[in-house]
Each structure stands twice: as C-alpha cells, then as structure tokens.
C-alpha cells in the first residue's frame, strides 16, 4: 500500500511537471507566434539591424575612437548595400518560423523560469522559499544583460568584421540568410546563457559541488574554457572573443563572491543549530 502510495505521489510529480512543461511550451508557442506575424518589422528592425551603416553600436565606436583621434572601420561600414541570399524555396519561410521561435524563448525566459520555480518550490522549506525569492528577477536580469550585450556589440562586431573580411578581389563575399540569422541568433542564445554563470554557481554551490576554494584553485584554467567557449560561440575573429571573454571573466570573479556568500550563510545557519 505504502509503495502503491509512492508511486501514486511519483506519478503525481511527473504529471505536474507535465504541465509546467505544456504551459511554458504554450507561452513560447505564443509570442513565436506574435514574432511570425510581424515578421517583417522583426527582420528590419532586430535580425537584420546590423546591417545598417547607421547602426547605433557603428555610431558610438566611431565617435569614440574620434576622441583619440584614431581612424576606424567603424565610421566607415560598409555593407556594400547586397542582399542575403535565399537559395532554397522554403528558406525565408522555415528561417522566419525558426527565428521566431528563438525569439520567443528569449522574450517568455523569465515565465519559464517562474514555471520552473513553481514544480520545485514545493519541495524547499519556508526559509528557502523566502531567500530564493528574488531568482527570478536575478536570472531574468542576468539573461537580458546577455541579449542587449550580444544584440549592441557582440553581434555589431562580428558581423562588421565578417562582412568585410576578404582574402582577395578575386573573391566575392554572397552570404545567405540562414548564415546570418544563425550567427545572430547563435550569438544571442549563447552569450546569454553564459551570463547565468552566477546563478549556476549559486545552485552548485548550494548542493556542494563548488566551492569558493575550488573556483580559485581553478581560476586560470577557467580562463581557458572561457576563451573555448568564446571561440565557440562567436566568429573565429580575436576581436570578438575577447569582448566575450572579458565579461565572462567578470562573471566569474562575481560567482566566487556568490559561491563565497552561500557558504557563509550555511556555516551561520549550522551555528545557529
């Protein structure tokens, strides 16, 4: 009976986290939905904005390198006004379809992390409840942090170096949009998920896999998962991963400080035992 019980409470958890999982795929479903239908605004404006000489970030790195009276690429972009090319029949339709859906976990990531702090909420104490109160707007923060980077430099100078990077005159740089949406969107899901570095070292920290001792001891050879993580993740141009790698770092630095915190708060709450 009492197994019976187990495997009625076992199935009970599966069938609830069943549907966290069809409402979050519903709230994707929904504004993928909403991208689709406004799809051209969403290309002109966001997908394809980089591609504009007047692009905001192009504008700011001009300006800023004019202070120290230094030439640059950037006050010069120069995208030779070409098209993307589309060479299969179904490529602007499948392309439209699978960049709105991308964006649409972008756009309900914090609802998908309040589903998912919904299914484990009930197996955490009071205590831990009130203290973890504020995941979700740190994650969420976190993330779009990430978006607006990767959207206002990573992608600006990746897509910048990549369009005018030419062997020889010989050769004729004819992208396609499945390239160029991959890169950005690539960009944009990668970069961001690496900016809840915190929060997972937080969680791992939590349950005892990390320590503030062991981030440290591992400090340089993070430094060279960061730097694979950034070529992965970005173009195979040193300007790019650096930009990404320095941030990653700083993120780093900040979950040894987390990592740190958390173990005080264990060590002050098994005093208090």
């Given at each position: 009976m009492a197994k019976q019980q187990k495997e009625m409470s076992f199935l009970g958890h599966l069938e609830e986290l069943r549907w966290?999982?069809?409402?979050?795929a519903g709230a994707v479903f929904i504004f993928a939905v909403v991208f689709f239908i406004f799809a051209e605004e969403v290309y002109n404006h966001f997908l394809l904005a980089h591609l504009k000489p007047d692009f905001i970030t192009y504008e700011i790195f001009c300006k800023f390198f004019n202070l120290f009276s230094m030439d640059s690429d950037f006050c010069a972009v120069n995208f030779n006004e070409k098209k993307l090319q589309s060479i299969k029949v179904t490529s602007q339709l499948m392309?439209?379809?699978?960049?709105?859906?991308?964006?649409?976990?972008v756009v309900?990531?914090?609802y998908l992390l309040w589903e998912l702090w919904r299914f484990?909420?009930?197996?955490?104490?009071e205590k831990e409840v009130s203290k973890s109160r504020g995941f979700i707007f740190i994650a969420s923060l976190l993330f779009f942090i990430g978006v607006l980077f990767s959207f206002y430099v990573i992608a600006p100078i990746s897509i910048n170096f990549l369009y005018n990077y030419q062997i020889t005159d010989a050769i004729e740089n004819s992208f396609t949009l499945e390239s160029h949406i991959s890169l950005?969107?690539?960009?944009l899901l990668g970069v961001?998920?690496?900016?809840?570095?915190?929060?997972?070292?937080y969680?791992?920290?939590?349950?005892?896999?990390?320590?503030?001792?062991?981030?440290?001891?591992?400090?340089?050879?993070s430094l060279?998962?960061?730097?694979?993580l950034a070529a992965v993740i970005t173009p195979p141009d040193v300007a790019s991963q650096i930009v990404v790698a320095i941030p990653i770092l700083i993120l780093y630095e900040i979950s040894i400080k987390v990592s740190q915190r958390v173990i005080k708060n264990q060590e002050k709450n098994a005093n208090k035992r």
């Amino acid at each position: 009976m009492a197994k019976q019980q187990k495997e009625m409470s076992f199935l009970g958890h599966l069938e609830e986290l069943r549907w966290h999982l069809v409402r979050s795929a519903g709230a994707v479903f929904i504004f993928a939905v909403v991208f689709f239908i406004f799809a051209e605004e969403v290309y002109n404006h966001f997908l394809l904005a980089h591609l504009k000489p007047d692009f905001i970030t192009y504008e700011i790195f001009c300006k800023f390198f004019n202070l120290f009276s230094m030439d640059s690429d950037f006050c010069a972009v120069n995208f030779n006004e070409k098209k993307l090319q589309s060479i299969k029949v179904t490529s602007q339709l499948m392309n439209s379809i699978w960049s709105s859906f991308i964006l649409g976990i972008v756009v309900a990531f914090p609802y998908l992390l309040w589903e998912l702090w919904r299914f484990i909420a009930p197996g955490l104490t009071e205590k831990e409840v009130s203290k973890s109160r504020g995941f979700i707007f740190i994650a969420s923060l976190l993330f779009f942090i990430g978006v607006l980077f990767s959207f206002y430099v990573i992608a600006p100078i990746s897509i910048n170096f990549l369009y005018n990077y030419q062997i020889t005159d010989a050769i004729e740089n004819s992208f396609t949009l499945e390239s160029h949406i991959s890169l950005v969107t690539n960009m944009l899901l990668g970069v961001s998920v690496l900016f809840e570095l915190p929060v997972l070292i937080y969680f791992l920290t939590k349950i005892g896999l990390i320590t503030p001792e062991f981030l440290k001891k591992y400090r340089k050879h993070s430094l060279v998962v960061v730097l694979v993580l950034a070529a992965v993740i970005t173009p195979p141009d040193v300007a790019s991963q650096i930009v990404v790698a320095i941030p990653i770092l700083i993120l780093y630095e900040i979950s040894i400080k987390v990592s740190q915190r958390v173990i005080k708060n264990q060590e002050k709450n098994a005093n208090k035992r």
